[in-house]
């Protein structure tokens, strides 16, 4: 599988902006996809998921009411719509893939299998 984020920017705190995973060499409807971020001199952390090709995606708290994931299962793409940005949404953002996980371990970056390359997303205050 790969993958290929794209959206990224400089904005200003309030705005929105929407990053887009294009997934290539197929994503089964169990693989779980993901949405990841790394802040600049932060572990990167879990933003949101669709769980085994679940219609429901599943956010950290620091995002929920904000971003909205969602997916087009025809064309392999997974989508997130991020509004209200703050300068601490600045960071690079990464889609995954993971292949076996558990609910559980949505959150948990070592649980997935493929990454892209990541797409930087800069909020100005």
């Known amino acids: 599988v790969q993958l290929q984020a794209s959206g990224g920017g400089f904005v200003q705190a309030g705005d929105s902006l929407r990053l887009s995973c294009a997934a290539s060499g197929g994503t089964p409807s169990r693989d779980t996809m993901a949405w990841f971020r790394r802040a600049p001199g932060k572990e990167r952390e879990f933003v949101s998921a669709f769980f085994r090709g679940g219609s429901s995606a599943h956010y950290a708290s620091s995002v929920k009411g904000r971003f909205t994931a969602s997916r087009d299962n025809a064309k392999n793409t997974m989508y997130l719509q991020m509004t209200s940005l703050k300068p601490e949404d600045t960071a690079v953002y990464y889609c995954?893939?993971?292949?076996?996980?558990?609910?559980?371990?949505?959150?948990?970056?070592?649980?997935?299998?493929?990454w892209g390359q990541g797409t930087q997303v800069t909020v100005s205050s």
């Open positions: 995954a893939v993971g292949r076996r996980l558990i609910l559980s371990s949505i959150g948990n970056e070592n649980a997935y299998d493929y």
